[in-house]
């Protein structure tokens, strides 16, 4: 065999193909080699060298600093999360494939309990309508970026006109090149086209920014996060990061102080500097309200950085050269946290009690319309007020999940409302000539709010209306109907006939207000505010018991499910009118759910030696933590509609008349200038009759004073010795000069800091120091207005006998290695230099207010360990409204710790803001015995503890 093999070899070697075969046979072992080398050696590296397509720079998100008290407790700060994010990889080619893909996006959102996060200034609203969400330089924005425009001026008349609808029209099926290309079919509704309308615009804003995600959604649940993962392969670009959200902790105590953060919307980026503005992207949070916005630039922190690499796919596929974030810096607030608390408690308790006392179980309504002194509540106005400020949602009750009694109050609503169109049809026919009056009285409330309706919805046009018109004017007078004013507003083009949608054919008056009518009939069959005018009468005519409606706070969780409740309820056991009350007494409904009068307060609490503000509560609260980050929709519209007004920042944003608060500044002006001494005495006489024999200003008090000094005028708040002042500081040359008297006010009302805001780092209204009738602007009336703030400023100015502070929240800014960056300190306003007399005079007065034998406030602070100097205030806004109560105070009287303004809208009178003031130093100088006995705070809502006191001093 081996023989064999040795002659086939020799054999081979003497052919002429054995050098060919030797050399193929060498090209064959180094293609092999190379092979070998290319997949096996360096394959990966090679791999990834075949992709490389792109580098590009990538932002990183920083954290937003927190926000603490004066004694290091958080009140705002970032915790991290998980957001849905979306960036367009160009995977997916055709609008069909974009909308299918996000539309399956958004259901794997949505139904895991996760919503959307994207800022589209298009909406629909309560009644199925589409409006926008911006208006004036954020609306001309947005429709010059749908309309892919250099500028807003380039718009044309027809772009700037056009409606919410049909802008949403346009960008659904726009195939434009200059404009978004959605093309979102007729197969979603309407609805599902603007969610997905709402992430394209977001991606097509975000286009120069291509590798920077667009967020969708935020603080999404471990379950949403799940899904997305599993369907990745089907969701083509969307991620899910970690990244922060803002968390409130007590959220109602600060909200209108700390405010909330949001998505950075294009009219806030324009507004920035062209430095600040490199800081972000359209996808970033900035401060919305509050301090969150105006300490941003301290909070914001700065972003990081890295290089991304993507593929010709444009999928990123690596990093390079990553610079970490810095988180932002810590703000130090000169608040103290848990008296701030303490303070919102006390307000809330003291409102619920204000209420209680003036509730009564029939029809009546105490002296409204003839003064505010002693309005009373009917409890019919308590149930409807469930209703009317949305605690109760009526636009749920015909649900497919709805119980058996929210079916039964929709029928009788169904009912009444048939009923009442059935009557329109009469008054608004083409013949009908009686008035609104004439009409009966519910029939006039319902003709009156459809020329209201009219004309807020733009159809009645406000602006081509003739005031002059005589026409106009029997309207006004209720000599005419409705019916013929509107027919004669057609005739004179008043009428928006594009809401009418009658097109290019022609028709009689006759027959267009015919048309007019039918579309207000549809209009009316789902307005909600003409639905709650039908619950209204239903309740008041018997139609919808009180027993339905507190039953109804039960089945739509307003309550919390109580079986024994509920028995007690249907068996009648228990009056609805007793049911509420005790509800309200134990704050399971608050003020704030009711908005009633009152509904809202204030309170500031100041340290007169330096400034700082302590506690700057408004009542009622909030919770910001549904519209940071991402705006929880349903109930930032409930916050809206609310009449209690929550989002109000009362201490900064509400303004009174200071009433007889303003006796002291009066008291220095008369003193000052030489006008009265401070041992002088005069007569009370009652009526004041120097300026007008007949209808001079009354005291108000039924009785004389007697002969008084300006301390004790103070203690007693005698209106008459302050009319005497006002009138003896008009005086030119005998002669009576209102304006000198305004001047003199004016001058010294400077000096204490009431011609300027508060100095309080908030968005706070102008105050205005009184330019009418200086007699009565010399017991706060006329035409002075200041907020809350302002005069916790004069009454701290008062405190400290003389230094004016512009007030201060902000204590300082921290980084995040302790190093102070800004050490903020009340800055003095200004240096009030007067007598020491004067002073002595005024702060006798203050303390006889308080500890006074002629006190009427004296048995609220008798118990304290501490002595309080104060004065207390009423202002009458209305004679159909309670009237505003006040009272500013400090403590302890020889050497000011504290000073505590209160302020009550609608209130009654001022020993119910007393009542708040003597409980917040209760609180603040607390004994130990008192700290071991908070059995109170347990015990509920009381009603105030002087009744109803009806003087208005």
């Known amino acids: 065999m081996f023989d064999s093999f040795m002659n086939w070899l020799k054999d081979v070697k003497k052919s002429r193909l054995f050098p060919i075969s030797i050399i193929f046979f060498l090209l064959f072992s180094i293609l092999i080699h190379q092979l070998f080398v290319l997949q096996i050696v360096n394959g990966e590296q090679y791999e990834k060298e075949s992709e490389y397509r792109d580098e590009k720079p990538r932002e990183l998100k920083s954290t937003r600093g927190n926000i603490l008290d004066r004694k290091g407790k958080v009140l705002a700060y970032d915790e991290l999360s998980y957001s849905v994010t979306i960036e367009d990889t160009g995977e997916l080619e055709t609008n069909e494939e974009k909308n299918r893909m996000i539309y399956d996006l958004i259901q794997l959102i949505e139904e895991h309990g996760d919503k959307l996060d994207t800022d589209f200034p298009i909406k629909l609203n309560e009644n199925n309508e589409f409006e926008f969400t911006v208006e004036g330089n954020s609306l001309l924005r947005f429709k010059k970026d749908v309309y892919s425009l250099q500028a807003s001026d380039k718009l044309s008349d027809e772009q700037i006109s056009i409606s919410a609808k049909e802008m949403f029209h346009y960008i659904r099926s726009s195939t434009e090149k200059s404009s978004p290309k959605f093309e979102i079919d007729d197969s979603y509704s309407e609805q599902d086209a603007l969610k997905i309308m709402s992430i394209r615009y977001s991606l097509y804003l975000n286009r120069y920014h291509r590798y920077d995600p667009t967020t969708v959604a935020v603080n999404v649940s ?61 996808t970033d949070q900035i401060g919305k309200k509050g301090l969150e916005k105006e300490y941003e630039s301290y909070l914001h922190g700065e972003k990081g950085k890295e290089t991304v690499v993507v593929n010709e796919s444009k999928r990123v596929v690596g990093v390079k050269e990553r610079v970490e974030p810095t988180a932002g810096n810590d703000l130090y607030l000169t608040i103290d946290a848990d008296l701030q608390k303490q303070c919102y408690d006390i307000l809330e308790k003291e409102i619920a009690g204000i209420l209680l006392s003036q509730i009564n179980n029939g029809m009546d309504v105490g002296s409204k319309g003839t003064s505010g002194a002693d309005i009373k509540i009917p409890i019919y106005d308590v149930y409807f007020s469930l209703i009317d400020n949305n605690s109760i949602d009526i636009s749920t009750l015909n649900d497919k ?98 809401k009418l949608e009658i097109g290019d054919e022609f028709y009689s008056t006759k027959e267009l207000y015919g048309k007019l009518v039918d579309y207000m009939k549809e209009l009316l069959l789902t307005d909600i505010e003409f639905s709650k005018k039908l619950y209204h009468t239903l309740i008041y005519n018997f139609e919808l018991s009180g027993t339905d409606i507190c039953l109804l706070l039960y089945d739509q969780g307003v309550l919390k499910y109580n079986e024994a409740d509920i028995n007690k309820l249907k068996s009648g056991n228990i009056s609805a009118y007793n049911f509420i009350r005790d509800k309200i007494k134990k704050l399971e409904i608050t003020p704030a759910q009711l908005a009633l009068e009152p509904c809202s307060g204030s309170i500031v609490v100041t340290d007169p030696n330096t400034g700082e503000v302590r506690a700057l509560v408004s009542y009622p609260g909030y919770d910001n933590n549904k519209l940071a980050n991402s705006v929880d929709a349903k109930y930032y519209s409930y916050l809206e509609s609310n009449s209690s007004a929550p989002m109000l920042n009362r201490p900064l944003q509400s303004a009174s008349a200071p009433g007889s608060t303003f006796k002291m500044l009066t008291s220095v002006v008369a003193l000052e200038e030489g006008v009265v001494t401070p041992t002088e005495k005069i007569l009370d006489k009652h009526q004041f009759t120097k300026i007008d024999a007949n209808n001079g200003p009354k005291c ?61 780092e908030l968005y706070e209204y102008k105050p205005n120091i009184s330019t009418e009738d200086s007699v009565r602007s010399a017991i706060g009336q006329g035409n002075n207005n200041y907020t809350p703030a302002e005069i916790a400023r004069y009454v ?82 209305s004679k159909s409204k309670p009237n505003h109560a006040l009272f500013v105070s400090f403590a302890p009287y020889e050497d000011p710790e504290i000073s505590v303004s209160v302020v009550i809208q609608n209130g009654y009178t001022s020993s119910n803001a007393a009542e708040v003031a003597r409980n917040v130093y209760k609180y603040y100088f607390k004994s130990d015995s008192d700290e071991k006995n908070e059995k109170e705070k347990e015990e509920g809502v009381n009603t105030p503890e002087l009744g109803t006191q009806t003087y208005t001093d």
């Open 222 to 282: 471990d379950k949403t996060v799940a899904a997305i993962k599993e369907n990745s392969a089907d969701l083509p670009g969307v991620e899910i990061s970690q990244e922060t959200y803002r968390v409130y902790k007590d959220s109602k105590y600060f909200a209108q102080m700390l405010g909330y953060t949001g998505t950075i919307n294009a009219e806030e980026l324009a507004a920035l500097d062209s430095k600040e503005r490199k800081k972000y992207t359209s």
């Open 401 to 498: 999940d709805a119980t058996n009694l929210e079916k039964k109050v929709y029928k009788k609503f169904q009912q009444e409302q048939k009923s009442v169109l059935n009557k329109l049809n009469t008054t608004l026919a083409h013949d009908y000539n009686k008035s609104n009056e004439a009409s009966g009285k519910n029939m006039e409330e319902y003709l009156n709010y459809i020329y209201s309706m009219l004309i807020k919805k733009e159809i009645l046009i406000s602006d081509k209306i003739d005031r002059e018109d005589k026409m106009y004017l029997d309207y006004a007078d209720s000599k005419i109907s409705l019916s013929k004013f509107l027919q004669y507003a057609l005739s004179n083009n008043w009428i928006d006939l594009s």
């Open 700 to 760: 108000w008090s039924g009785s004389s004073h007697g002969k008084i000094d300006i301390s004790d005028a103070i203690q007693v708040s005698c209106n008459y010795f302050f009319y005497e002042m006002g009138y003896r500081l008009s005086l030119d040359n005998g002669e009576y000069n209102s304006k000198k008297g305004l001047a003199r006010i004016r001058k010294y009302a400077k000096m204490f800091g009431l011609d300027s805001k508060s100095g309080i």
């Open 796 to 877: 701290t100015t008062v405190a400290n006998r003389g230094t004016c502070y512009d007030l201060t929240i902000v204590d300082k800014v921290k980084d995040l290695d302790g190093n102070v960056l800004l050490n903020n300190k009340a800055k003095v306003h200004n240096q009030v230099n007067i007598k020491d007399s004067t002073w002595d005079a005024v702060h006798s007065g203050t303390y006889k207010v308080v500890n006074g034998p002629r006190s009427s406030i004296s048995s609220l602070f008798s118990k304290l360990n501490v002595k309080v100097a104060g004065k207390t205030g009423t202002a009458q806004e």
